[in-house]
């Protein structure tokens, strides 16, 4: 079994009820435990900045699914919540992504583990460090041995 934090986000309809369905989505999956659930945290948006602020959380799981079938996963939850894809960057409905999965590391086409983004991004940090210290820990020192 595989410990994962996934970080979800949303800015269109009514997130906080999205982030709770997408969690109970997360968790009714036959392959997921759920294990830890940040609170949601309101932030500005990041990378397109002309949209709706977002509720961020985080959840920390355990799974036998292997991380690319995870990543379809939670592609298909989006889905199913309503998520069309537009827009880079832009806003939605619902959004999860894999943001470590137990300390792999893994570059594909479809996915990049650990997201290579988080330690940048106060809105996942944040609410991973609430549930996941030692997860957060290593995102964080990792950034530095990537530009260093």
Known sequence: MARVVLA??????D???????????????PKITLLKQSSIIVSEPWGKTDQAQFHNGAVLIETSLEPIALLDFCLATEAALGRVRVEHWGPRLIDIDVIAYDRLELESQRLTLP????????FVIDPVREIAPKIADWLM????????
């Open 15 to 29: 997130p906080a009820r999205q982030i709770t369905e997408a969690v109970a989505a997360i968790a009714s999956h």
């Open 115 to 122: 997201h290579p983004f988080a330690h940048q991004r106060e």
């Open 141 to 148: 020192n990792r950034s530095g041995q990537k530009s260093g």
């Open 8 to 13: 979800l986000g949303a800015n269109m309809g």
